[in-house]
């Protein structure tokens, strides 16, 4: 030990010491911290969705009935060109009844859900097997694993109700939806139903025929959420050109509830992801 005196190797000790004595404490608080406060915060994040799947609530096979019908009344910003009324039963459409004024003649059509068809809403069927599969919390030490993985399903979930699939109008013309109403859908008009944010959102297209000698610019249009007036597709060998687009909407009190639960339970994952990750050194994920 030449070159370091007595006074200098004390002082080194003394720093060890209570380098150790410090370790010793925060992983005394990580021990604390993973036996009572991830078990806090998971038996909250179970409540918290347990609340979340229960607005999915799906009923016993042959109880359907009993899910409650909720009725919700479409209005038009744009001169009430759409009216109309929609039955929500859980995650399926099982009436909707609409009322299109038609541009050029002003007149009105009305259709509705034939007695033997209900649409099925893919978004809110996702969204639900999501949460569904998130709630069910395994013991484990692997706490950020863990968060990451409910992390994961909770912004699929919320991704479903915020993020529309994107159609083709070809794709909307030619879906089972158009094959749901009495009287039938006119082969001049389109429609679309689906879920943004908390708002359950009807989309009217209505159509005109391109003539074979105005066809030379003809350029399909890709997909969208929401397509615009000259917007073009073809089907059935006849190209079409959207002339009138009406939007209407409503909005679903459950649905919202279930998107604060989302936001809620992604932040208090967050929460205890950025406390484990204060004690990153004691990472040896001990059961706990």
Sequence with gaps: ???????????????????????????????????????????????????????????????????????????????????????????????????????????????????????????????????????????????????????????RARNRLTTPATLTLSELASSGLMKMFTPPMPGDVVVNFYINLSKLCLTVYQLHVLQPNTTKNFKPAGSSVLHNPGAMFEINNTKFEVSHVHKVECVVPWLNDTLVFFTISLQLCQQLKDKISVFSSFWNYRPF
């Design 1 to 155: 030990m030449l070159g370091v005196d007595r006074p200098a190797l004390a002082e080194i000790s003394k720093m060890s010491a209570a380098s150790q004595a410090e370790r010793a404490v925060l992983e005394e608080e990580f021990n604390w911290l993973l036996k009572e406060e991830v078990h806090a915060v998971l038996k909250q994040l179970q409540e918290i969705l347990k609340e979340a799947s229960r607005r999915f609530a799906v009923p016993s096979p042959g109880m359907e009935s009993q899910l409650k019908q909720e009725n919700f009344i479409l209005g038009s910003s744009t001169m009430d060109q759409v009216k109309g009324v929609l039955t929500l039963q859980g995650e399926a459409l099982t009436q909707a009844d609409i009322n299109i004024k038609v541009a050029k003649s002003s007149q009105v059509m009305h259709f509705a859900f034939r007695d033997d068809k209900q649409w099925k809403l893919q978004q809110i069927q996702d969204a639900r097997n999501h949460v569904n599969q998130s709630y069910h919390f395994k013991t484990g030490a692997e706490v950020n694993k863990l968060m990451d993985a409910v992390m994961l399903q909770l912004t």
